[in-house]
């Protein structure tokens, strides 16, 4: 994954661990002129250290449902194997940040920096995962050492330590404003040169973009300033009469709150995993919508994006693009991949599509609105439409939107009978066909997203390029062959509206 990163952001992945770790040299005995002020590193309660770096490790590892770091020793202990269907550790989930916060406030920045490192480096990633884990436990150990040089330059251990409330919470505060600027500078860094600053584009798909790292752009949040109140009362219990024990009993309510975090993302992917065997089964049957789910669902996001459509209905949104053509696993192979024309019986099966999607689909509870979206996807504004003849405000609004992302990508796609059409040639049919097949809203809004994304129209491989006719929307396309006792089609004007 990494290989694919441009040189810029190759070369930065490798500058932030050597930064984290000369962030730790004056944990090393150095000669007094190099030390620097005594406060950066030492002197360092090493069994303290080791404890917060390994509850870290622990926290962090059920945060992402990951085993735990004591379980993969015994199982290395014993050489047992991870067990079959164990997700990888997951570099891009967010970390579990309480017990980080903690050292920042009870240890010396350099030894600060070091609670971020084991959980990091002893991770079970997969191999080609390790150098971006790296570099995610680099960032982390120097927005630590960041926090807690702001924490002791402004007296915090002196007032923490004297339970000086509220005066210890300013730099306290202080300390976390520093672990988020700087997270937030080094990921913002990394995406920069990754990814450029073009805008990004609606024909590369987001998981095939070079991604440095997804995990710490939610870190200046709502979560992370829990994790903060519960790192600052893990310190303040630490250091009271009860030490560390009391300290491990303040972080049982947050260890509920990473459990449930985990499990919300194993659901996300567990829904994830579920959309895309459906798709795969249908692009199986059917090599023309091979992309074309994929497509249909970032345009429907484009669309909605425009209209101000909240994330969680996003999501679901998505969902329904991916899956409206699902119900062709229900109709004959042949009807699907057949060049010639259908007899009206056979055009009738093919229509009934979005039925059998709805039928296949309406158990899974996740889907929620989707499921209207993939049933009423052909439906049209004047009523003319399938499988139950709505028209205007009547079509759920996740069908609307299906329905013209749909008809947008059936037109910029290449099929066996037509090359894929230029962009402003299908806005233009779009703008056309808008209040009788689409509803305008819709379409503006689409206009409108690609006046800020890019959207290129897929083109035929390159040897069959010569085979497939260029023929312009609503030019009549050319007769072609039928089957045996169905009469031949051809002359009639290239359809928007059909199965597709």
């Given at each position: 994954m990494d290989t694919d990163l441009p040189r810029g952001a190759a070369g930065y992945l490798v500058a932030v661990p050597v930064a984290a770790l000369c962030c730790l040299l004056p944990l090393l005995p150095l000669p007094a002129p190099l030390a620097g002020p005594h406060w950066l590193g030492a002197p360092v309660d090493w069994p303290k250290v080791?404890?917060?770096a390994f509850l870290h490790g622990c926290w962090e590892s059920l945060a992402q449902g990951l085993p735990s770091p004591?379980?993969?020793?015994?199982?290395?202990?014993?050489?047992?194997?991870?067990?079959?269907?164990?997700?990888?550790?997951?570099?891009?989930?967010?970390?579990?940040?309480?017990?980080?916060?903690?050292?920042v406030l009870m240890l010396?920045?350099?030894?600060?920096?070091?609670?971020?490192?084991?959980?990091?480096?002893?991770?079970?990633?997969?191999?080609?995962?390790?150098?971006?884990?790296?570099?995610?436990?680099?960032?982390?150990?120097?927005?630590?050492?960041?926090?807690?040089?702001?924490?002791?330059?402004?007296?915090?251990?002196?007032?923490?330590?004297?339970?000086?409330?509220?005066?210890?919470?300013?730099?306290?505060?202080?300390?976390?404003?520093?672990?988020?600027?700087?997270?937030?500078?080094?990921?913002?860094?990394?995406?920069?040169?990754a990814e450029g600053p073009r805008r990004p584009s609606a024909h590369r798909p987001q998981a095939h973009r070079p991604q440095a790292?997804?995990?710490?752009?939610?870190?200046?949040?709502?979560?992370v300033l829990v994790h903060a109140a519960g790192g600052l009362m893990v310190a303040v219990l630490w250091q009271g009469p009860y030490g560390a024990f009391a300290a491990l009993l303040a972080l049982l309510p947050l260890s509920i709150s990473a459990w449930v975090f985990a499990q919300g993302h194993r659901e996300r992917d567990a829904h994830q995993a579920t959309v895309q065997a459906l798709v795969q089964a249908v692009e199986i049957k059917d090599s023309y919508t091979r992309g074309h789910s994929e497509r249909v669902g970032r345009a429907s996001v484009l669309i909605a994006g425009q209209l101000g459509m909240e994330p969680e209905r996003l999501r679901t949104l998505r969902y329904a693009g991916v899956l409206h053509d699902v119900g062709k696993l229900g109709v004959a192979t042949e009807l699907l991949r057949r060049n010639g024309p259908l007899t009206e019986a056979e055009r009738r099966a093919v229509e009934v599509h979005p039925v059998h999607g709805y039928e296949l689909v309406r158990g899974i509870a996740f889907l929620g609105e989707a499921h209207a979206g993939i049933l009423h996807h052909h439906e049209r504004m004047d009523g003319r439409g399938y499988?139950?003849?709505?028209?205007?405000?009547?079509?759920?609004?996740?069908?609307?939107i299906i329905s013209v992302a749909d008809a947008f990508d059936s037109m910029t796609s290449t099929r066996s009978y037509r090359r894929g059409r230029p962009v402003t040639e299908a806005v233009t049919e779009l703008e056309r066909c808008s209040g009788s097949q689409f509803d305008p809203?819709?379409?503006?809004?689409?206009?409108?997203?690609?006046?800020?994304?890019?959207?290129?129209?897929?083109?035929?491989?390159?040897?069959?390029?010569?085979?497939?006719?260029d023929i312009p929307l609503g030019v009549p396309e050319p007769v072609r062959a039928a089957p045996r006792g169905v009469p031949a089609q051809g002359g009639g004007s290239v359809p928007t509206v059909g199965p597709s």
């Open positions: 080791g404890l917060l004591c379980l993969r020793l015994v199982r290395l202990l014993l050489r047992r194997p991870r067990p079959h269907g164990r997700p990888p550790a997951r570099p891009d989930v967010n970390a579990f940040f309480p017990v980080l916060f903690a050292g010396p920045p350099a030894a600060a920096a070091l609670v971020a490192a084991p959980a990091a480096l002893l991770g079970a990633a997969e191999p080609t995962c390790r150098r971006r884990q790296v570099w995610n436990g680099s960032q982390l150990a120097l927005s630590a050492f960041a926090a807690s040089v702001v924490f002791h330059r402004l007296a915090g251990p002196q007032l923490l330590l004297g339970s000086r409330f509220p005066a210890a919470l300013l730099p306290g505060c202080a300390a976390l404003a520093a672990f988020c600027l700087v997270n937030g500078v080094l990921v913002g860094v990394m995406r920069l040169l790292h997804r995990r710490t752009a939610a870190v200046p949040g709502l979560p499988p139950s003849g709505l028209a205007g405000e009547q079509i759920p609004e996740f069908a609307r809203v819709m379409v503006r809004a689409l206009v409108d997203a690609l006046a800020v994304h890019d959207w290129q129209p897929v083109l035929p491989p390159p040897d069959t390029i010569g085979a497939v006719p």
